[in-house]
Structure formats: C-alpha cells, structure tokens
C-alpha cells in the first residue's frame, strides 16, 4: 500500500519559516515527481510547486517563488518545502502529492495533508 506522509506544519508569525516534509513508503518511486498542494478554507486545492524525480525540473506558483524551496531525497524517498517570509495567505492545509507528470497533473497519490497557520 502507498503512503504519503507529511510532517512539519504548525503555526507560525508572518515572516516566520517552516520546514514541510513528505516520506513515501510502499512502493517504488522511480520516475515519480513529488510536489505539494494547499487547500485554504472555503477555497479550492491548488498547486503550490514539485520537483522531477531527477530533482533538476521545479516548478512554483506565482504567489511562493522567491520565498519557498522544494527539494528531494531520493535514498529516503522524500520531498521537502522549505517555506521561507511566510504570509497569514499561505495558511492552509498542505498536501503531498506524487506523478508521473513533473507538473503534478493528475497526481496517482495524495497525503493525508498538514496544516500550517500562518498568524499576523
């Protein structure tokens, strides 16, 4: 069974830093980019940014460049968002997601998600 786990959300002040990871287990990931969603309440899930499995493709919304970093662990199977100048907007419920497609499409798998509150 796939597994998509995610850790490192919490509340945080505006400006402040958090670290998101996202561990999986169960199968090979070969060829799989990762990547990570959020969902703000009362709004639709969006992309927030995903790494190829090669880690030399990345791609990032509009609204975190220059402030977040995805990076990857292919040894540990592990994706990282390293979330830098955070806003009260980029609360949300964060979600791990793995594809084929290196721009997370239709991704084939989904974590359970984090939250990350962002205060002012």
């Known amino acids: 069974q796939v597994q998509l786990v995610e850790s490192g959300g919490g509340l945080v002040q505006a400006g402040g830093s958090l670290r998101l990871s996202c561990a999986a287990s169960?199968?090979?990931?070969?060829?799989?980019?990762m990547g990570w969603f959020r969902q703000a309440p009362g709004k639709e899930r969006e992309f927030v940014s995903s790494?190829?499995?090669?880690?030399?493709?990345?791609y990032y919304a509009d609204s975190v460049k220059g402030r977040f970093t995805i990076s990857r662990d292919n040894a540990k199977i592990t994706v990282y968002l390293q979330m830098n100048s955070l806003k009260p907007e980029d609360t949300a419920v964060y979600y791990c997601?793995?594809?084929?497609?290196?721009?997370?499409?239709?991704?084939?798998?989904w974590g359970q998600g984090t939250q990350v509150t962002v205060s002012s």
């Open positions: 997601a793995a594809d084929l497609n290196p721009r997370l499409r239709t991704p084939d798998y």
């Open positions: 790494i190829s499995w090669s880690g030399d493709i990345t």
């Open positions: 169960g199968r090979t990931f070969s060829r799989y980019a």
